[in-house]
């Protein structure tokens, strides 16, 4: 009788409300070396047309800041239309919680059901990407330029902003990534993490990508080990800013991961 009227003995666990980071085991190789072998890898491989159907399984923290402790991953991918109009189908993947600790578990609330349609399903859209993304450093730097405007002083935050956003359009070649990797490379601004095994447990080599002007945010890409493209990249808080002001720093604040149609 007493137990029932304090309450249970123990507590509930303390959820996190964003996912734990990817961990990466430091190694000797320098962003110059990595970034040359990626790319140099990436330029001999074996040619493959880009095609407009990429997978992008993601998830973001919202805009506001605020989250519940039930992590809802999307499985998202674009039908595209003739005219270059498309929508946007959108999935439940399994959903999630994180303890404090780190542990991943059941999702601590109510979550909807794997595979279930989520809000956004059919939506149409135009698409600034719907022409091909060059396959040249020079020409995917006018190409991203002639859609968002992005200043020729862009840094590798910035440049990796947009490449992200074509990344979830189009399943690129191995050229078009080396490109990508060349603006990201001349941009300045990353450093190597180390070896990662990312969120579908792929091996890779993760970089990190930071700003000046955005101190707050740093992204974290993830290079395939074999391959060198491009699979998963997060988005992680550094801190400072006042739209956060419960989001621990250090915390993934989004995360993406490319996956083969």
């Known amino acids: 009788a007493v137990g029932l009227a304090i309450g249970p003995l123990t507590a509930p666990p303390a959820y996190a409300v964003t996912p734990p980071a990817l961990v990466a085991q430091p190694g000797a190789q320098t962003s110059d070396d990595l970034l040359a072998s990626s790319i140099a890898a990436l330029q001999s491989a074996p040619d493959r047309a880009p095609t ?61 059901k794997e595979g279930m349609a989520l809000p956004g399903t059919g939506h149409h859209s135009s698409n600034l990407y719907f022409t091909e993304p060059p396959s040249d450093a020079a020409g995917l730097r006018a190409y991203i330029a002639d859609r968002v405007g992005l200043g020729p002083n862009a840094d590798a935050l910035a440049i990796w902003g947009v490449v992200s956003s074509i990344r979830d359009s189009w399943a690129l070649s191995p050229a078009q990534q080396a490109a990508a990797l060349h603006l990201l490379r001349d941009a300045g601004g990353v450093s190597v993490l180390g ?39 997060d988005t992680i808080y550094r801190g400072g800013s006042t739209m956060m002001p419960t989001v621990a720093p250090g915390s993934v604040i989004e995360y993406k991961a490319w996956l083969s149609p």
């Open 195 to 233: 070896a990662v095994t990312d969120r579908f447990g792929r091996t890779g080599v993760a970089v990190q990508l930071a700003s000046e002007k955005r101190s707050q945010f740093t992204a974290t890409l993830v290079l395939d080990a074999a391959t060198h493209e491009i699979i998963a990249a």
């Open 52 to 112: 407009r159907d990429a997978l992008v399984v993601r998830w973001a923290l919202r805009d506001d800041g605020k989250a519940d402790p039930v992590i809802v991953p999307e499985w998202q991918e674009w039908v595209w239309d003739a005219d270059g109009t498309g929508h946007l189908e959108s999935r439940a993947g399994a959903p999630y919680s994180v303890t404090k600790d780190g542990s991943i578990g059941p999702p601590a609330g109510s979550a909807p």
